[in-house]
């Protein structure tokens, strides 16, 4: 029991992750973290594994590893499992992929070779430019979803693990709204039932996770989680969501820079971005209405950031131009390319321009790995609902309705550590200082 009362179960047993989606990101994290057991490479990236998180006054010097602060689950107790359309194993879709070198997945191969994913529930109407073989047939997408819970219950028992969180790690889909389908869970269930075209695959995911009381994380920009249905069932089966759209390569430059342009009160009149890359990504966003699912979620954070209806004179209707180019000999290194037509004092112009030569799924690897362990945290310390304090890995960060989300990453980052303090009860951090330099002539 934490000092302000939040009871955090202990991480005792093993951990399974179920990934959505064995290609290059999934494989990625699987192979990532088996080399990281055996020794022969270091976390980079995880705010989990390599962070740290200062506690009490800067004099007290106490800044502990996040993994040693809050009861996270050991590395060495995580056991993987996964869907996919295809039946190539870990091992074969990891060298498919191409984003880590030969010799390394060769190094893997047994553990690699031993995952083997389970028939995914998939339609080519949500995802256009994908076709495989290993999925799931049901009478109605009910059906569909009564067949994952039987999965994730099998899976928790075959390889004896205490809890499972799920992420979602597969391919964009067609845009969609919130429709009627959406607005309740009875609605949702009778859409279901119905196979009603407006529930997706990654719907069917999330509603079997959360009747499972599994924990759910969406890392594409899907509207999955993010209808009303399924957020109140994860508040009545008291179950942790979070979502959308892994944070990586140019937008993850755009939530450091914008929020530097903001605090100099620097203006902004034109921001455009364009990337190649020639993954499976890249070529399910070759599809008009898998790129718009994505567009919206890419366009949303510098409006959010900059906020122009608040600073009109430095941020009206600044152009704000986002591309993506399936090239295929790109394969899974992603090139950003963006230019920033800025504006300073008297209103003389100037420019940024930033070619971020990055790889994808290396990227967004430990991001799956921090959500899958910081979810699961959530769970044991009966957190529900939109878990908003990991917004720092998604673009577009769910939210409560009422509120706008938030995409400053300096603002994320300090949410997510303030959450970790009051959830083992200590003292926030406002960074005020005052104390510092307060005379003891006034106390």
């Known amino acids: 029991m934490s000092k302000n009362g939040i009871d955090v179960a202990p991480a005792n047993g093993k951990l399974g992750i ?14 990532g973290v088996e080399a990281i057991r055996k020794g022969n490479a270091e976390p980079v990236g995880s705010l989990t594994q390599m962070g740290t998180i200062r506690l009490g006054k800067r004099t007290e010097n106490r800044s502990p590893k996040i993994k040693d602060f809050v ?17 190539d194993s870990a091992y074969e879709a990891a060298l498919h992929a191409g984003v880590l070198d030969k010799y390394l997945v060769e190094d893997l191969r047994e553990p690699l070779d031993s995952l083997k994913p389970m028939p995914a529930v998939f339609s080519q109407n949500y995802v256009k430019r994908l076709n495989g073989t290993n999925i799931k047939q049901g009478k109605n997408k009910m059906d569909l979803a009564e067949q994952l819970m039987a999965d994730m219950e099998r ?8 809890r499972l969180v799920i992420v979602w790690a597969a391919s964009t889909e067609v845009f969609l709204e919130a429709s009627d389908a959406h607005q309740s869970i009875e ?18 995911y999330a509603y079997a996770a959360i009747k499972s009381g599994i924990p759910f994380a969406n890392g594409a920009p899907n509207l999955t989680v993010d209808i009303p249905a399924l957020l109140e069932l994860a508040e009545r089966e008291n179950v942790p969501i979070c979502g959308k759209d892994f944070k990586t390569g140019q937008t993850l430059i755009k939530t450091i820079i914008a929020p530097g342009l903001k605090a100099r009160m620097l203006g902004l009149a034109g921001w455009y971005s364009t990337n190649i890359l020639g993954n499976r990504d890249g070529e399910v966003l070759d599809d008009p209405e898998s790129f718009k699912t994505k567009e919206e979620s890419k366009l949303s954070v ?19 131009v986002v591309r993506i180019n399936y090239y295929p000999p790109r394969g899974d290194n992603k090139e950003g390319w963006d230019n920033i037509d800025i504006f300073g004092w008297l209103g003389y112009p100037m420019q940024i321009k930033i070619d971020f030569l990055c790889r994808d799924s290396i990227l967004a690897a430990p991001l799956v790995l921090d959500l899958a362990l910081f979810m699961d945290l959530a769970k044991r310390a009966e957190m529900k609902g939109i878990q908003e304090w990991l917004s720092f890995y998604f673009k577009a960060p769910q939210a409560a309705s009422e509120l706008y989300p938030e995409h400053d990453l300096f603002i994320q ?4 550590k303030n959450t970790l303090r009051h959830m083992m009860g200590e003292e926030l951090i406002t960074h005020l200082g005052n104390e510092y330099y307060e005379s003891d002539d006034n106390d």
């Open 18 to 31: 179920l990934l959505v989606g064995l290609g290059a990101v999934s494989t990625t994290v699987v192979a």
């Open 71 to 87: 009861p996270l689950a050991d590395l060495d107790d995580v056991v993987f499992g996964a869907w996919d359309i295809f039946p």
């Open 155 to 162: 899976f928790k028992s075959e390889k004896g693990c205490d």
């Open 187 to 204: 609605a949702f269930e009778k859409a279901m039932y119905d196979d009603d075209p407006q529930i997706a695959p990654s719907m069917i």
């Open 302 to 320: 510098l409006d959010t950031i900059l906020q122009p209806e608040v600073y009109p004179d430095l941020y009206k209707d600044f152009s704000h």
């Open 413 to 416: 980052l300090k949410k997510l």
